[in-house]
């Protein structure tokens, strides 16, 4: 089946530092990638898109890569701070406006 | 520009029961999507509707319907509830139409406890 997959439940890290999470595909070749911060009670909040035709894409301290050779999507948020702390979801498009998330990774940046 | 809102925001039912969720798109987005949202299953499709038109199912049993009007407002109805319906009802709205890539706005959700 088409998996996307998250392999991080959590991470910690320390403020002022890089996060770095991973959103791995298999059985599958997306057109592009969508991350997705989700607050506690709260509906997800875009952030960015990245196609398969660009390796990398900036927005302010966010960063995405996207490696078809390796299935893989990084996300990365620079000089970390406490409000960055959320969970993080990477999705692939489904059928016609549909997408499919994966599990999420939870973030806590630690001052 | 208002962003998507969902009513009720907090909902407790019984098993058996019937349940309407409501949600309204930002102005001028014309497609609608429904997921449900779990610790266990995380975020899945439930349907999209666009022009009052269900576009897109999910995986999700009969019981789980909805529609969408006029004005882009949409409901959703899940009958004969289960203890393990109980979750995160979330409804995105976005500006596409067709073929092209767009993002999804998401509203805060309703979540649905049943007893």
């Known amino acids: 089946s088409q998996k996307i997959e998250q392999n991080s439940e959590a991470l910690n890290i320390q403020e002022g530092k890089t996060a770095t999470l991973t959103c791995n595909y298999t059985?599958?070749?997306?057109?592009?990638l969508q991350w997705y911060r989700q607050d506690p009670g709260r509906g997800p909040v875009f952030l960015l898109l990245i196609r398969e035709n660009e390796k990398e894409k900036r927005k302010e301290r966010l960063k995405v890569t996207f490696d078809t050779t390796l299935k893989q999507s990084l996300f990365h948020i620079t000089a970390s701070q406490p409000a960055d702390s959320a969970t993080y979801l990477c999705a692939r498009r489904g059928g016609a406006n549909n997408l499919f998330f994966g599990t999420g990774t939870r973030l806590t940046v630690i001052p | 520009k208002a962003g998507v809102t969902q009513t009720p925001r907090y909902l407790i039912k019984t098993r058996g029961q019937q349940v309407t969720l409501s949600c309204s798109p930002i102005s001028g987005h014309r497609s609608v999507s429904w997921y449900q949202q779990t610790p266990g299953q995380g975020l899945q499709f439930l349907f999209e509707?666009?022009?009052?038109?269900?576009?897109n199912k999910g995986n999700f049993p009969g019981r789980f319907s909805g529609r969408q009007f006029s004005n882009s407002r949409s409901e959703m109805n899940v009958s004969t509830l289960e203890l393990g319906d109980s979750a995160l009802y979330l409804c995105a709205s976005s500006s596409r139409t067709s073929g092209e890539v767009v993002e999804q706005f998401f509203g805060p959700g309703t979540r649905l406890t049943v007893l």
């Open positions: 059985n599958y070749s997306p057109a592009y």
């Open positions: 509707y666009f022009s009052e038109t269900q576009r």
